[in-house]
T-cell receptor
Framework: GAGVSQTPSNKVTEKGKYVELRCDPI?????LYWYRQSLGQGPEFLIY????????DSGLPNDRFFAVRPEGSVSTLKIQRTERGDSAVYLC????????????????FGEGSWLTVV | AQKVTQAQTEISVVEKEDVTLDCVYETRDTTYYLFWYKQPPSGELVFLIRRNSFDEQNEISGRYSWNFQKSTSSFNFTITASQVVDSAVYFC????????????FGKGITLSVRP
């Protein structure tokens, strides 16, 4: 598609359950990012992929969170043993390449997956 | 560490008024990028502008203009003759030019434009 696509748009799950959120980046974009946005806050960085590898996962809050991008395109964010505090909008973004001086590219976001843990 | 401060939390104006959204940043990097994104109720973050730290020229795009002042670490955004469709949350963000280019966002400013 033309933009970053995320599914599901909304997910309600029970505390303790496992959740997967999918991101389909803009075609040809090698860099992919996951962010989390809580109510009334700005997005916070979770993890960055360059190609298939997680180049920076320093933003993942704990080991219940994991993300993969096996073929360098679609990515899945996985949350185990969900907690009520995980409720937030999970935003995926992509860029043609990582930002470089003078590259002219930028980072484009999807509409997010709204996760509610009850 | 990088930090972005958007001191204004909510702004309400009447249509056709001009409005300025403030952004102050902190970074130890000598080269970096600054961004503004718009988040309408649909939730998607819409890219508005990217500014290189080496380029201090102000920019105008239609009703939008940006004032980058490196001396005061500010990157303010002005909407001229505001319209109801401008109602949204606006985020300022900062990125270094390192390998991962991750963005540090401010808390956002909710702009309401009344008819």
């Amino acid at each position: 598609g033309a933009g970053v696509s995320q599914t599901p748009s909304n997910k309600v799950t029970e505390k303790g359950k496992y959740v997967e959120l999918r991101c389909d980046p803009i075609s040809g974009h090698t860099a992919l990012y996951w962010y989390r946005q809580s109510l009334g806050q700005g997005p916070e960085f979770l993890i960055y992929f360059q190609g298939t590898g997680a180049a920076d996962d320093s933003g993942l809050p704990n080991d219940r969170f994991f993300a993969v991008r096996p073929e360098g395109s679609v990515s899945t964010l996985k949350i185990q043993r969900t907690e009520r505090g995980d409720s937030a909008v999970y935003l995926c973004a992509s860029s043609l390449t990582p930002l470089r001086q003078g590259s002219g590219n930028t980072i484009y976001f999807g509409e997010g997956s709204w996760l509610t843990v009850v | 560490a990088q930090k972005v401060t958007q001191a204004q939390t909510e702004i309400s104006v009447v249509e056709k008024e001009d409005v300025t959204l403030d952004c102050v940043y902190e970074t130890r990097d000598t080269t970096y990028y600054l961004f503004w994104y718009k988040q309408p109720p649909s939730g998607e973050l819409v890219f508005l502008i990217r500014r290189n730290s080496f380029d201090e020229q102000n920019e105008i795009s239609g009703r939008y203009s940006w004032n980058f002042q490196k001396s005061t670490s500010s990157f303010n955004f002005t909407i001229t003759a505001s319209q109801v469709v401008d109602s949204a949350v606006y985020f300022c963000a900062l990125s270094d030019t390192g390998a991962n280019s991750k963005l540090t966002f401010g808390k956002g400013i909710t702009l309401s434009v009344r008819p």
